[in-house]
């Protein structure tokens, strides 16, 4: 058992979080034509990406704009916007996860405390009617592979303020403690809650630990849940270096990591990290909530430990999917502070990222990353993340038929120009996911949500 309050831990645990690719993005659309007696399917691709405005100086958004004050640019190239929707019109609903890292030695600090927890239950209750919030809990007790849905999708206000009470139950307590909480989780709310075994992989030619067997004699079903492969993915990057992701049905990941001349550098067993949480949160939404806007709060201390990698293949799955993502980044212990500038280049020789990665994904796809310090910090943070979700602008432009898929990432720049009661030209900032990646398949539902510009 890895003790995370010694530095020596702190050092382990860098060494354990990552990511993948998966699902394509770029919202399409189809429209139908009739001509004579035969219907024509016409197929119509559409970037969709939302966007917040707010005055340059007071950071209140503003909500006045009319679609010819915007400018939309494709790899340097302007787009003519195509759909169009402001706050007051209809929008999609959200689908709003909230990713609680619970490590004492960091976030799960604050999160054991009732006035903290109530805060974000009163902040959660002021969305609109339509939109929706899920919990989950992860590095339950400290452990890297342990992870709990607190929450389904639901807008009632009692049933999230319940299941972030249940948050403490996680937070520095014994590992077989943790493990039953999870199990009676599990029964209460129905829902399917995985949990690393919290041990190394098993060598095939290794006999199963006695934990590990049934009373018939054979690998009991936890065993044999970690033991089964559902998935294997290659991440490939830039310096040959090849990341052999293995996911089990238990939710357990084991990482590979070996550079350009075939020699395994690092394996990792058994962890929970940044990568899969954001990967199995997307994957929840798209199977649960198809046509809810996914937005993510990660509420951390701000140490994720994730390879180059990974973390590429992690950015990648967010743009592809319009994810909004936000991060709430707490005050580091002390001891880590004093580490951190030690820890950064080390572990950048072992090509990880060890701090900063929560703050990136929101910069790169539009969301906010807000510090907290005090208390009072959580309902700030909080109000300002739906706030912004909330006002944003909701912008498309269509692509060509006989633009491609070419699988690469295209940049994206939203610019504004308005003028004040004066005719001024008013100081605005916007912010918006900074780029798309191109899909084949047009997806119907999506024209249901989007207001076409007369």
């Known amino acids: 058992m890895i003790n995370r309050k010694s530095p020596t831990a702190f050092a382990q645990r860098w ?18 034509a009739q001509e004579v007696a035969d219907t024509i399917r016409v197929k119509t691709r559409v970037v969709f990406l939302d966007a917040l405005v707010k005055d340059k ?49 960091g976030a799960g600090r604050f999160l054991k405390r009732p006035e903290v927890l109530k805060t974000i239950t009163d902040e959660l209750a002021k969305l609109g009617p339509r939109d ?56 209460k709310n129905k829902l399917s809650v995985s949990l ?50 293995t996911i089990h049905a238990s939710g357990g990941v084991d990482i590979k990591r070996v550079d350009k001349d075939g020699n395994i550098k690092l394996e990792i067993n058994d962890i929970y990290d940044m990568a899969a949480a954001v990967q199995d949160t997307i994957h929840k939404t798209q199977a649960d909530r198809p046509n809810s806007q996914l937005s993510i709060i990660w509420v951390s201390d701000g140490i994720a430990p994730i390879f180059h990698e990974d973390r590429a293949a992690t950015e990648q799955l967010v743009l592809r999917s319009n994810v909004i993502f936000n991060s709430m980044t707490v005050e580091l212990r002390t001891l880590f502070k004093f580490l951190l500038p030690i820890a950064k280049p080390v572990a950048g020789m072992m090509g990880l990222s060890v701090y900063g ?22 309902s700030a943070g909080l109000s300002r993340i739906i706030g912004n979700l909330t006002a944003r602008y909701s912008l498309g432009f269509t692509l060509a038929e006989d633009e491609k898929d070419d699988g690469r990432l295209h940049n994206l ?42």
């Open 15 to 32: 060494i354990t979080h990552t990511t993948l690719f998966a699902l394509m993005l770029s919202m399409p659309v189809a429209a139908r």
């Open 57 to 105: 100086r007071t950071g209140v958004p503003i909500a006045d704009l009319q679609p010819d004050n915007f400018e939309v640019f494709d790899d340097g190239n302007k787009r003519p916007i195509s759909y169009f929707t402001r706050e007051g019109q209809a929008r999609k609903p959200l689908a709003l996860v909230l990713i609680l890292d619970l490590r004492d030695d």
């Open 132 to 187: 929706e919030v899920a919990i989950l809990a992860m590095d339950l007790n400290g452990e890297d592979e342990k992870r709990v849905w607190l929450s389904d999708f639901t807008r009632d206000p009692a049933l999230l303020a319940a299941a972030l009470m249940r948050a403490p139950q996680f937070v520095d307590v014994e590992p077989h403690e943790a493990d039953a909480i999870a199990a009676q989780e599990n029964q």
């Open 196 to 245: 690393g075994s919290g041990s190394s992989a098993q060598k095939p030619d290794e006999p199963v630990p006695p934990a590990a067997v049934s009373q018939s004699g054979g690998p009991n079903e936890a065993e044999l849940a970690r033991q089964e492969i559902v998935r294997t993915e290659v991440i490939k990057g830039k310096n040959g270096t090849t990341i052999t992701r």
């Open 357 to 378: 990665s929560a703050k990136r994904l929101a910069q790169l796809s539009g969301g906010e990353a807000v510090k907290i310090s005090r208390v009072k910090d959580y």
């Open 413 to 454: 720049e939203v610019r504004v120009k308005a003028a004040d009661a004066k005719d001024k030209k008013r100081k605005l900032e916007v912010t918006a996911r900074k780029g798309y990646y191109m899909t084949e398949t047009p997806n119907p539902q999506l024209q249901e949500s989007a207001a076409r510009v007369e």
